[in-house]
């Protein structure tokens, strides 16, 4: 049941990630004072859409970074008790705070999703997050991660994640 809930709030969130916004942007430029960098696959991005949002009522906190809807990552706190505090983060610690990342690339030849989240059957995925401010009304933090593509229960292929950082103001739910 939980992986099924977890499952929803992952295909929610790209849905709302790839219908909300329009811009014409790149992924690179200058960092602004909300930013969102991170290596993918060794490849510097600097994303000019940068958000964050308490979903769920608040106990669920998103931060993602997009360019013109061709590619955007996001990070995904929950918490099915309390709103997310400043701390470290990972898919297999004991913290009772579920992650979700995800990286979603779109071409001429379709779109590619990857994902990490606590309670995969694979032990190929990997998330590090660390949030170092947090309150009402921003967020700034680093993070790290391999996130994967599957087809069943095997994983076709691999995103990783590096030197990620982020400072977001956060939009209230």
Same mark, same amino acid.
Request: proline content about 2%; charged content about 20%; overall charge negative.
């Given at each position: 049941m939980k992986r099924t809930l977890t499952l929803g709030l992952f295909l929610s969130l790209l849905t709302f990630l790839y219908t909300g916004c329009s811009k014409d942007d790149d992924a690179n430029g200058e960092v602004q004072e909300n930013y969102f960098k991170v290596k993918v696959d060794g490849t510097e991005k600097i994303f000019p859409i940068v958000e964050a949002r308490w979903v769920d009522g608040g106990n669920y906190l998103s931060i993602y970074g997009m360019n013109s809807g061709k590619e955007s990552v996001t990070v995904t706190v929950m918490s099915e008790k309390t709103r997310v505090p400043a701390g470290q983060y990972s898919l297999d610690? *004991? /913290?009772?705070? +579920?992650? @979700? /990342? *995800?990286? !979603? &690339?779109?071409?001429?030849?379709?779109? @590619?999703? *990857? &994902? &990490? +989240?606590?309670? !995969?059957v694979s032990t190929d995925d990997a998330f590090d997050l660390k949030i170092t401010k947090i309150d009402n009304g921003q967020v700034q933090g680093s993070f790290t991660g391999t996130l994967i593509r599957v087809e069943g229960l095997n994983t076709i292929g691999k995103v990783v994640l590096t030197d990620g950082q982020f400072k977001a103001s956060i939009k209230p739910n």
């Amino acid at each position: 049941m939980k992986r099924t809930l977890t499952l929803g709030l992952f295909l929610s969130l790209l849905t709302f990630l790839y219908t909300g916004c329009s811009k014409d942007d790149d992924a690179n430029g200058e960092v602004q004072e909300n930013y969102f960098k991170v290596k993918v696959d060794g490849t510097e991005k600097i994303f000019p859409i940068v958000e964050a949002r308490w979903v769920d009522g608040g106990n669920y906190l998103s931060i993602y970074g997009m360019n013109s809807g061709k590619e955007s990552v996001t990070v995904t706190v929950m918490s099915e008790k309390t709103r997310v505090p400043a701390g470290q983060y990972s898919l297999d610690d *004991a /913290s009772g705070y +579920t992650i @979700l /990342s *995800a990286h !979603t &690339a779109s071409s001429s030849n379709g779109q @590619l999703n *990857a &994902a &990490a +989240t606590r309670g !995969t059957v694979s032990t190929d995925d990997a998330f590090d997050l660390k949030i170092t401010k947090i309150d009402n009304g921003q967020v700034q933090g680093s993070f790290t991660g391999t996130l994967i593509r599957v087809e069943g229960l095997n994983t076709i292929g691999k995103v990783v994640l590096t030197d990620g950082q982020f400072k977001a103001s956060i939009k209230p739910n």
